[in-house]
């Protein structure tokens, strides 16, 4: 007998992965404290979270109904960070209603955003709409297109995390981005571009199989480790020189506090690159990297105010 429906389209949302997205829109909401000279609106944050989130599983939910579809689902070795649910795979019959989830979460994405525009200045509405267009774009377009195309497949994941979500987060609260939180959004843009990029490690021989092409299976698992770690030195690296420079708020150093733990990652992945199992440790301390690193920053930018 086929697992019940609700569970299975549970599954495909993934849900321990969504709280990436808490913790990115918290960096962006630090931001908008200063620019908008007080306190958000609780309505206007809950819309940003509401959205956030509905974009993020509407990916998780999309990713899961393509893979299920070409077979790769079926071939992949899963962990617990990568390689799909398996949900769809053991219930087929679940794959409309999962098209149809994805979707709905898209349509609630984009009117939480539309609803964010009220009450903004011009060209505040017409930065967050375009905000907003790019990061739905990037929902329908990763899977079954950047998945295929090196580069993109690399950027994608850390911009929608970063400079979309960050200042998409402080143009809604405040009516404007500013140069300080372009400058942070660099750090969740570099961690979870690598946090993908780790994450295709045990995948590379189910995707060469499924056409797609990422720089792990055309460079190799090695060569794609020290990308990562180049990808994690330039996170911190920018928030470091972010301070320094006055563009960011001395409390912003506060997450420095994360570079051991990027480290370990970098060390992790360099060591490990080719090692199957063994890798599974630094793939955990890479997702906690990614959810502590943009709070330690907001929090600091926060504490400084």
Known sequence: MPPPLLPTLA????????????????????????????????GRLALVLAGGLAAHASVNVLNEWHDARSGLDATTRRTPFSGGSGALVARPQALPAALALGLALLA??????????????????????????????LVVAYTPWLTRAPLACLLAPGLGFGPLMVLGTQIA?????????????????????????LNQFPDVDADRAAGR???PLLWGRPRAARLLAA??????????????????????????????????????????ADAGPALLPTMGRNVALCLVSPLLVAAGWLLWR
């Not at 990436?20 to 620019?35: F, R, S």
């Open 108 to 137: 609630l994405a984009a009117a939480c955003g539309l609803a964010l525009l009220h009450a903004l200045p011009a060209d505040g509405r017409l930065a967050l709409l375009g905000i907003g267009a790019a990061g739905l774009a």
């Open 231 to 272: 990808l994690l030195a330039t996170g911190h690296g920018a928030l470091a020189l972010g301070v320094l420079a006055g563009v960011l708020p001395p409390g912003a150093a506060l997450g420095l506090l994360s570079a051991p733990l990027a480290l370990a990652v970098a060390r992790g992945a360099l060591r490990h």
């Open 213 to 215: 092409r990422h720089l």
């Open 11 to 42: 599954a495909t949302l993934r849900g321990p992965f969504l709280l990436l997205t808490p913790a990115c829109l918290a960096l962006g909401a630090a931001a908008a404290w200063p620019a908008a000279g007080g306190a958000p609106s609780p």
């Open 173 to 197: 609260l405040a009516g404007r981005a500013t140069p300080a939180a372009a400058l942070a959004a660099l750090l969740p843009w570099c961690q979870v571009s690598g946090l993908l990029l």
